[in-house]
């Protein structure tokens, strides 16, 4: 009989996620797409709620695996190891076919009122293109499955003599036949130790969701590390840079400023058009056509960039500074998670990268604040943690997109003013990055998480996977995510300037048609 409270906690959590995304979507949608790409739209809606609630059951495993029975799996009548394949599969799907299908179809939306051929329409060119992407991800999947689909579990193998048990321990074996000695001392009186390892075939579906793991990890190493620095790091910020009341004359002499910056950038927005009328004419070289695309690249962050410092001053001027909750209510926030980052990196430091671990520190948090019987404060607790981190893999995709533009392009989330095709984008973001933030908690909380059902699969099967297992078994990917948490807090302390200093520099960028390594002089 399945737990009623659990059941109800369960659709409380879907309904809650399903009225944030839709509101999300009212909020952040542009006008240009009102009433437009339904497809597209049902598409990212789906697939943003499938990123929040692979990481909402975490915490959900955890709440479920508190209340079991006797220690009994699937004893509250709720079989999480179903839940978590029917997630974790539908984002391995939704990741490599589903999202990539609606980005081409946006992309290559085409006039109605012009006549095309059945392959050149629409949906056939998306379904060209998807069908290469899938095909690509298909075949490195069976080849990788079907070389070794194994994976071996170290565990310490103890052969106790059987005279020494026979004089030494009593033993009673008239009802069952069979008795353990795990109360015994293994010596060398009395038995040997061997390494040994447990081989476990495991299932394409298991399979399907490690590499699915393996590819996000990549990006979340990156995006985590830079998020758990900048997310804080910006809502501090965003205080202390809030809107302040100005008078008309300070107005009018940074609006000023702001319209010369936005000539400059229109026009090296007319010169990359002309570029592109150019490269139309006649087909451009790799190098050209990597310029062009990093050019394109730098001007767009600027554009957005220079939108920000226009809408601040707006807000300064139009509405005397704001609303000052907004700002407070950002520094609150911005220093509470200060706190949580910093207890994420240490939990690295303390728990995870040292063999033996120097203590579980947030294991004993989460399990200390779990009462007898009445587990809440210990779930929400871990919830609140996971969560965050999810946060800042979001804020640390924003942020690298929009330092490093010539390796990644920003897609922002502006109010009011979001296409669809940055919706999507964004959801893919989230999608590839969920499975390792789940993948990454359980290694990080594992005496927390234990004997859950998304411990069993993380914990136990993908951990040692002959092909990648040597990533999770060698910390790589945490180490990677420190260095990355490192730069970041180095870059944001030290080189941090004001958003009209960064758009100046980018717009000398584009002046000088310059690449990065070449000298250059840039006043900041």
């Given at each position: 009989?399945?737990?009623?409270?659990?059941?109800?906690?369960?659709?409380?959590?879907?309904?809650?996620?399903?009225?944030?995304?839709?509101?999300?979507?009212?909020?952040?949608?542009?006008?240009?797409?009102?009433?437009?790409?339904?497809?597209?739209?049902?598409?990212?809606?789906?697939?943003?709620?499938?990123?929040?609630?692979?990481?909402?059951?975490?915490?959900?495993?955890?709440?479920?695996?508190?209340?079991?029975?006797?220690?009994?799996?699937?004893?509250?009548?709720?079989?999480?190891?179903?839940?978590?394949?029917?997630?974790?599969?539908?984002?391995?799907?939704?990741?490599?076919?589903?999202?990539?299908?609606?980005?081409?179809?946006?992309?290559?939306?085409?006039?109605?009122?012009?006549?095309?051929?059945?392959?050149?329409?629409?949906?056939?060119?998306?379904?060209?293109?998807?069908?290469?992407?899938?095909?690509?991800?298909?075949?490195?999947?069976?080849?990788?499955?079907?070389?070794?689909?194994?994976?071996?579990?170290?565990?310490?193998?103890?052969?106790?003599?059987?005279?020494?048990?026979?004089?030494?321990?009593?033993?009673?074996?008239?009802?069952?036949?069979?008795?353990?000695?795990?109360?015994?001392?293994?010596?060398?009186?009395?038995?040997?130790?061997?390494?040994?390892?447990?081989?476990?075939?495991?299932?394409?579906?298991?399979?399907?969701?490690?590499?699915?793991?393996?590819?996000?990890?990549?990006?979340?190493?990156?995006?985590?590390?830079?998020?758990?620095?900048?997310?804080?790091?910006?809502?501090?910020?965003?205080?202390?840079?809030?809107?302040?009341?100005?008078?008309?004359?300070?107005?009018?002499?940074?609006?000023?400023?702001?319209?010369?910056?936005?000539?400059?950038?229109?026009?090296?927005?007319?010169?990359?058009?002309?570029?592109?009328?150019?490269?139309?004419?006649?087909?451009?070289?790799?190098?050209?056509?990597?310029?062009?695309?990093?050019?394109?690249?730098?001007?767009?962050?600027?554009?957005?960039?220079?939108?920000?410092?226009?809408?601040?001053?707006?807000?300064?001027?139009?509405?005397?500074?704001?609303?000052?909750?907004?700002?407070?209510?950002?520094?609150?926030?911005?220093?509470?998670?200060?706190?949580?980052?910093?207890?994420?990196?240490?939990?690295?430091?303390?728990?995870?990268?040292?063999?033996?671990?120097?203590?579980?520190?947030?294991?004993?948090?989460?399990?200390?604040?779990?009462?007898?019987?009445?587990?809440?404060?210990?779930?929400?607790?871990?919830?609140?943690?996971?969560?965050?981190?999810?946060?800042?893999?979001?804020?640390?995709?924003?942020?690298?997109?929009?330092?490093?533009?010539?390796?990644?392009?920003?897609?922002?989330?502006?109010?009011?003013?979001?296409?669809?095709?940055?919706?999507?984008?964004?959801?893919?973001?989230?999608?590839?990055?969920?499975?390792?933030?789940?993948?990454?908690?359980?290694?990080?909380?594992?005496?927390?998480?234990?004997?859950?059902?998304?411990?069993?699969?993380?914990?136990?099967?993908?951990?040692?996977?002959?092909?990648?297992?040597?990533?999770?078994?060698?910390?790589?990917?945490?180490?990677?995510?420190?260095?990355?948490?490192?730069?970041?807090?180095?870059?944001?302390?030290a080189c941090a300037t004001s958003q009209e200093k960064l758009v100046e520099k980018q717009i000398e960028l584009l002046s000088s048609k310059r690449r990065p390594g070449e000298s250059m002089k840039v006043s900041v």
């Amino acid at each position: 009989m399945p737990d009623l409270w659990l059941v109800l906690v369960a659709i409380i959590m879907s309904v809650g996620v399903l009225a944030f995304i839709f509101m999300l979507f009212v909020w952040y949608s542009s006008k240009d797409d009102a009433n437009t790409a339904w497809f597209p739209r049902i598409v990212c809606i789906f697939a943003l709620f499938l990123a929040c609630m692979a990481v909402l059951a975490l915490p959900f495993d955890v709440s479920v695996h508190a209340r079991q029975d006797k220690g009994e799996l699937g004893s509250q009548g709720i079989d999480m190891q179903a839940v978590w394949d029917i997630i974790l599969i539908s984002v391995a799907i939704f990741m490599v076919a589903i999202i990539p299908f609606a980005i081409f179809f946006y992309e290559s939306e085409q006039n109605p009122e012009e006549q095309h051929s059945c392959m050149n329409s629409q949906g056939c060119l998306a379904l060209m293109y998807t069908s290469c992407f899938v095909g690509i991800f298909a075949t490195i999947l069976m080849i990788l499955y079907f070389v070794d689909n194994k994976a071996r579990i170290p565990f310490e193998n103890l052969t106790y003599d059987y005279d020494w048990i026979s004089n030494n321990v009593q033993i009673d074996v008239a009802t069952s036949g069979s008795y353990t000695i795990g109360s015994v001392a293994c010596t060398a009186a009395n038995c040997e130790k061997s390494d040994d390892e447990l081989e476990i075939e495991m299932s394409p579906t298991v399979f399907i969701i490690a590499v699915a793991s393996l590819i996000g990890w990549f990006l979340f190493c990156v995006f985590s590390g830079v998020g758990l620095v900048s997310l804080p790091f910006g809502l501090i910020n965003s205080w202390r840079t809030r809107p302040k009341p100005i008078d008309r004359d300070e107005y009018k002499s940074r609006k000023a400023e702001i319209a010369e910056l936005a000539g400059s950038l229109k026009k090296e927005g007319e010169e990359l058009q002309k570029s592109e009328l150019k490269y139309m004419a006649h087909k451009p070289s790799r190098r050209e056509k990597a310029n062009h695309k990093k050019d394109t690249t730098r001007f767009e962050n600027s554009v957005y960039l220079l939108k920000q410092d226009l809408n601040v001053l707006n807000i300064s001027y139009n509405l005397k500074g704001g609303n000052p909750c907004i700002p407070f209510g950002k520094f609150v926030i911005g220093i509470i998670g200060s706190v949580i980052s910093l207890m994420w990196l240490l939990h690295i430091c303390i728990f995870i990268l040292p063999d033996p671990p120097v203590d579980p520190f947030l294991n004993n948090l989460f399990i200390g604040m779990s009462l007898p019987g009445f587990a809440l404060f210990g779930v929400v607790a871990f919830g609140i943690q996971v969560f965050w981190l999810f946060l800042c893999v979001i804020n640390g995709a924003f942020n690298f997109g929009l330092r490093i533009p010539l390796l990644f392009r920003l897609y922002p989330m502006e109010v009011g003013n979001t296409l669809l095709n940055a919706f999507l984008v964004n959801s893919w973001i989230l999608l590839v990055c969920s499975i390792p933030t789940v993948h990454f908690c359980v290694t990080a909380f594992p005496v927390y998480t234990r004997e859950t059902q998304v411990d069993l699969l993380f914990g136990s099967q993908i951990k040692y996977i002959t092909f990648f297992g040597a990533f999770f078994q060698n910390n790589v990917f945490e180490i990677a995510m420190l260095c990355f948490s490192l730069l970041a807090l180095i870059y944001l302390c030290a080189c941090a300037t004001s958003q009209e200093k960064l758009v100046e520099k980018q717009i000398e960028l584009l002046s000088s048609k310059r690449r990065p390594g070449e000298s250059m002089k840039v006043s900041v």
